[in-house]
């Protein structure tokens, strides 16, 4: 019997984790169950535990992943200062965003079951978090991020609520100017204290 090497073990967790993140904002995590993950990553059950050691482990390591392809993806690749920050705003508060959340933020996705969440996800999740804030914080702030730390986490928190509300609505047009005000809001709160 062929023995798969260190690459092949990690490429197939890689797919997990990535397949179990599109997943999970698309359908909670509740929603989906072993056999679905597994099933989306083109493995069988058994393979699983080979990988993690419960579905919450999977949870916790999805998550974390997905905030940092967040960080890397949408923060870090936007341009520098106010313009960059712009970009942030609308893209977060965009219909494009609101009709795809498996390929959209956990955070509006994943929020309400997060904080139901064990410890470990939790902690994944704060973790994940304070590297987006920070990046947020970074273009708020460029010479003193730390100061801009609570401003970027409200934010964020605005942005995500925002959109978890807009997903809920069944008017579009409704919904539509939720986001547009929701990107006024936003850009307020990233004005606010600049005025002299």
């Given at each position: ?150 401003k970027a986490l409200a934010l964020l928190g605005m942005m995500a609520g925002t959109l978890q509300l807009s ?30």
């Amino acid at each position: 019997m062929a023995r798969y090497g260190k690459e092949h073990k990690s490429e197939t967790r890689r797919r997990i984790v990535e397949t179990a993140g599109r997943r999970f904002k698309q359908d909670g995590i509740d929603g989906s169950g072993v056999s679905t993950l597994m099933k989306d990553a083109g493995l069988t059950n058994g393979a699983f535990y080979a990988h993690f050691e419960s579905k919450n482990d999977l949870v916790a390591t999805a998550i974390a992943d997905q905030l940092k392809v967040q960080a890397e993806s949408v923060v870090a690749q936007a341009a520098p200062g106010r313009a960059g920050l712009e970009q942030i705003v609308r893209g977060y508060l965009s219909p494009q965003h609101r009709d795809s959340p498996g390929e959209g933020c956990p955070n509006a996705a994943l929020l309400d079951e997060i904080g139901r969440c064990a410890d470990a996800t939790k902690q994944a999740y704060t973790d994940g978090v304070l590297v987006l804030i920070e990046g947020i914080a970074a273009r708020m702030a460029p010479e003193d991020p730390s100061s801009a730390r609570v401003k970027a986490l409200a934010l964020l928190g605005m942005m995500a609520g925002t959109l978890q509300l807009s997903r809920a609505l069944t008017d579009n047009r409704l919904s539509d100017e939720l986001l547009d005000q929701g990107v006024n809001n936003a850009l307020a709160l990233l004005d606010a204290g600049q005025r002299v």
